[in-house]
């Protein structure tokens, strides 16, 4: 959800087998990570990606929760899917995460420590500042001519993505 107005932006301007895209967890938290597998999956499809151009780790390395990823381990695996696929242009979380995730913060670091050491572009997401986020409705003004062209396709993809009503998710579409 935190890449969807970027991805459409990408799929409406560009050949759509030149987008990929990397989960490094599969959201198994909660235990429901096969669930959160076959339902990126299905978003993937909705929103046009190729087949092929997507892949969901499962690493005991790099699992979803609130303890940090090592970074440099995190730069391996993104290196080690960049080199497969000669991408030279990441996205990814700013050094913030979303709401100051650790492994969302990991992540980053780990495609800095990429970026330096081999020809990559990194591009990350600007954090919303959590006054901003937590603002509600109140925030509508500042938001509103950035979001509504997204809110139809967020909605559709959030119901595609039921088992992310867990974290609250659809409170992410309003606000």
């Known amino acids: 959800m935190f890449f969807l107005p970027t991805l459409k932006l990408l799929f409406n301007n560009k050949n759509k087998t030149e987008i ?4 490094l967890s599969n959201g198994n938290y909660y ?22 151009n997507y892949k969901i780790i499962d690493d005991p390395n790099m699992q979803d929760g609130w303890n940090p990823w090592n970074e440099q381990y995190v730069s391996k695996v993104l290196s080690k899917f960049c080199s497969k696929r000669n991408i030279k242009k990441i996205l990814t979380f700013d050094e913030y995460g979303v709401s100051g995730h650790p492994n969302h913060i990991s992540v980053y670091k ?10 990559i572009q990194l591009f990350s997401l600007h954090s919303t500042n959590l006054i901003q986020k937590y603002l509600g409705v109140l925030s509508f003004p500042f938001i509103f001519h950035k979001r509504y062209h997204h809110i139809c396709i967020e909605i559709t993809c959030l ?16 606000f």
């Open 110 to 119: 780990g495609a800095q420590i990429l970026a330096k050491s081999k020809n």
């Open 20 to 23: 990929f895209i990397l989960s």
């Open 159 to 174: 119901c595609m993505s039921l088992s992310l009503d867990i974290y609250c998710e659809n409170t992410y579409l309003l």
């Open 31 to 52: 235990g429901i990570g096969k669930v959160r597998e076959k339902e990126f999956t299905k978003v993937w499809s909705y929103l046009g990606g190729h087949p092929n």
